[in-house]
């Protein structure tokens, strides 16, 4: 390869911005952005040449030069945040943003974002007013709480718990329950950021009450359990629940706080799902303060619920770390209007996406389902595909054990392979993010709404044809 030659057949910067093509995109995009593009674009030519990649793989790069700048500036601008399909039937992913808001409430919430709100101002009054009271009334008439308040996370909720109510003094936690959270969230790990002391007491499997009581000195500012959310230990087990903790330590006069991860509060055993204790359950166990995430199974944007006890509560408030992990106006106005569903269960298992889909009976799914593959078939013959049956998962680290019967539509890789399609259907412009397995690759319907449907189909005549 004649690099030199190369080299000189580049084109310079000013026969570029001569070209019309250019002078449109300048004329489109701004001067700046575009002469950045052709830098740059300049630049990994000058760059694959050094490398002998191809000659032929240059020239015709070079040939397409303002094809690819023109590539370049498109690609900037489109969002690299995208909406993508759910196929893989976890509910809560926390890989593909957790919960999923109601269009309904996601209209009302561009209402408020586009424009002003009272974020920060009491109607009432005519001045300065707080952003939790918009949803703390709620909070408490749901959860039976004295007060609640709001932040960032969960992780940032029991971070702040613990640097209000624990700085500088121990907290006492099983070891059964030192979880580690996806995302690096780990629970002694959050105690040291909160400056904290975890005092660890029990064994991996068995805790006792004695365990805790032994365990106290007069640097104990707070009892802690965490609700073990994304694993279970079975077998030859005892902890302590928050019911049996509550008078210990009320004779010392210590809270107990606890952590449970994804909060419901909506007793799910009575659609099917095992028993976990919900909010209100531990806020009737006495518990002083809990926390909670917003968009697991609650189904809001995501957040760290915090509810209790009010002079907690208010001394968090106060806490200069609530400054620096306060929620901004699309997590207040979102939450609020998710928290309102829930004044009538009713309304909160038919209103809020992902109880809906926790609750869809495997009838309804295996319905959808013959609906979606009948519509694929339709839109692509070429396409061979069936429905089965499966186990759909609640995911984002919520009852790790659970598996819901759900339905599927399978689909047949034809002449490529399951991979080669599974990839085709991830760069999709709407990606689908299926479930493999062998050379069929499924896509479970339960997270699959029904108005996506078309979508899917188009999607997959696009990769197929
Ligand atoms: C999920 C979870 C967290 C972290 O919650 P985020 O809202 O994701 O920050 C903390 N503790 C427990 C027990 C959890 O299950």
Same mark, same amino acid.
């Given at each position: ?5 190369? /080299? ?6 000013? @026969?570029?911005?001569?070209?019309? !093509?250019?002078? +449109? ?52 601008? @489109? ?5 993508? &399909? ?27 974002? @586009? ?5 920060? /101002? ?24 004295? *007060? ?76 802690? %359990? ?24 009320? *004779? ?17 055993? %009575? ?12 806020? !009737? ?21 915090? &509810?209790?006890?009010?002079?907690? &509560? ?14 901004? %106006? ?19 298992? %038919? ?54 019967? +759900? ?24 990606? &689908? ?33």
């Amino acid at each position: 390869m004649n690099k030199n030659l190369l /080299y000189r057949s580049i084109p310079k910067v000013d @026969t570029l911005l001569a070209d019309k !093509r250019i002078q +449109s995109l300048i004329h489109d995009y701004g001067r700046e952005i575009v002469m950045d593009l052709i830098r740059e674009e300049l630049e990994d030519l000058r760059e694959s040449i050094n490398t002998s990649e191809h000659e032929d793989i240059v020239r015709k790069r070079i040939e397409d030069i303002i094809d690819n700048i023109e590539l370049r500036l498109r690609k900037l601008h @489109t969002p690299n945040v995208r909406k993508v &399909i759910n196929g893989s039937g976890t509910i809560l992913h926390t890989n593909l943003g957790r919960a999923p808001i109601s269009r309904i409430q996601a209209e009302k919430l561009v209402d408020i974002v @586009t424009g002003y709100s009272n974020l920060e /101002y009491d109607l009432d009054a005519g001045k300065r007013g707080e952003r939790y009271s918009h949803f703390e009334k709620l909070l408490c008439r749901i959860t039976g709480a004295e *007060a609640a308040m709001v932040v960032n996370n969960n992780a940032s909720a029991v971070m702040l718990i613990l640097n209000t109510m624990a700085k500088d003094g121990e907290v006492i936690v099983s070891r059964g329950e030192l979880v580690e959270i996806g995302g690096k969230f780990r629970i002694p790990d959050v105690m040291e950021q909160s400056n904290a002391k975890l005092v660890e007491v029990g064994t991996t499997n068995k805790t006792h009450i004695s365990d805790y009581e032994s365990a106290i000195t007069e640097n104990t500012k707070a009892l802690l %359990k965490v609700h073990t959310s994304n694993y279970r230990i079975v077998g030859f087990t005892e902890s302590v629940s928050s019911e049996e903790l509550k008078p210990v330590a009320e *004779a010392h006069d210590l809270p107990v706080i606890e952590d449970l991860g994804s909060g419901s509060l909506i007793d799910l055993s %009575k659609y099917g799902i095992s028993h976990e204790p919900t909010v209100q359950d531990t806020v !009737r166990a006495g518990v002083d303060v809990v926390c909670f995430s917003g968009d697991k199974l609650l189904g809001g944007p995501q957040a760290g619920i915090i &509810i209790g006890r009010k002079k907690y &509560i208010d001394a968090m408030k106060k806490n200069q770390l609530t400054r620096a992990l306060r929620v901004d %106006k699309f997590t207040v106005t979102a939450l609020e209007l998710v928290l309102m569903e829930y004044l009538s269960e009713e309304k909160a298992m %038919k209103n809020i996406p992902v109880l809906r889909m926790i609750n869809e009976s495997q009838d309804s799914v295996r319905k959808r389902a013959a609906e979606l593959s009948r519509l694929i078939t339709e839109t692509c013959p070429e396409i061979s595909c069936e429905t089965v049956d499966c186990e759909s998962q609640i995911g984002g680290g919520s009852l790790p054990l659970e598996r819901i019967k +759900s339905a599927a539509v399978s689909l047949e890789a034809g002449n490529h392979s399951a991979d080669f399609i599974e990839k085709r259907m991830r760069m999709a412009p709407v990606p &689908i993010i299926p479930r493999t397995s062998e050379e069929h690759i499924l896509l479970d319907v339960r997270t699959i709404p029904s108005e996506e449907f078309p979508l899917v189909a188009e999607t997959l005549k696009d990769i197929y044809q």
